[in-house]
């Protein structure tokens, strides 16, 4: 099962793109015997438009262009749901076992999401109660998604 982060903004601080490099490097390789993988990151400048309704209407279309027939997509979202690193890897091994193309994983603007990747949510995913930027976000995800992998094949990256 591919998995596809498709974020509004780019990653401007080096740091935090090195550092999501090198978790989605380990992924590639931990997930590739699971069947995860490979890691497509994709970046979408932020909307210019006028009010905060058509941004995140213009940002919408533009994450939810890429998905396909067949695929889960988990919106970050602060209201979402919170999950344990055991309960998401549960979760991946579910998406990929149910046979989805792929896992996208979304994160919107800094208005949030529209209402159009909301209703598309399979799931609503919180990173926790804490705002985060959404560079460190996508760190967090990154290293969430290579711990789900470690987790899934028994490495002992994970020692809960």
């Known amino acids: 099962m591919r998995i596809a982060i498709s974020a509004i903004g ?12 090198r978790y ?6 931990a997930g590739k015997p699971l069947g995860l993988g490979p890691v497509d990151i994709r ?16 940002e919408a279309a533009r994450l939810l262009k890429d998905i396909g027939a067949g695929d889960t997509v988990v919106v970050l979202e602060p ?3 919170s999950l344990s ?7 991946v091994r579910e998406t ?21 990747v909301l209703d598309a949510a399979t799931l609503k995913l ?5 705002t985060l930027p959404h ?17 899934l094949c028994g490495h002992p990256y994970h020692r809960a």
Not at 98 to 108: E, S, W
């Open 43 to 58: 970046e979408y400048p932020e909307s210019r438009a006028i009010n905060v309704t058509e941004r995140k209407q213009d």
């Open 85 to 91: 690193s055991e309960s998401f890897a549960a979760f």
């Open 135 to 151: 560079g460190l976000a996508r760190v967090v995800l990154a290293e969430q998604l290579y711990r789900a992998a470690t987790i």
């Open 24 to 29: 989605v490097k380990r992924l590639n390789s």
């Open 10 to 21: 780019k990653l401007k601080d080096a740091e935090e793109r090195a550092i999501v490099d």
């Open 126 to 130: 919180s990173l926790g109660a804490l």
């Open 96 to 116: 990929r076992d149910g046979g989805a193309k792929a896992c996208v994983f979304l994160i919107g603007g800094p208005d949030g999401h529209g209402k159009a």
């Open 79 to 81: 209201t979402g749901k």
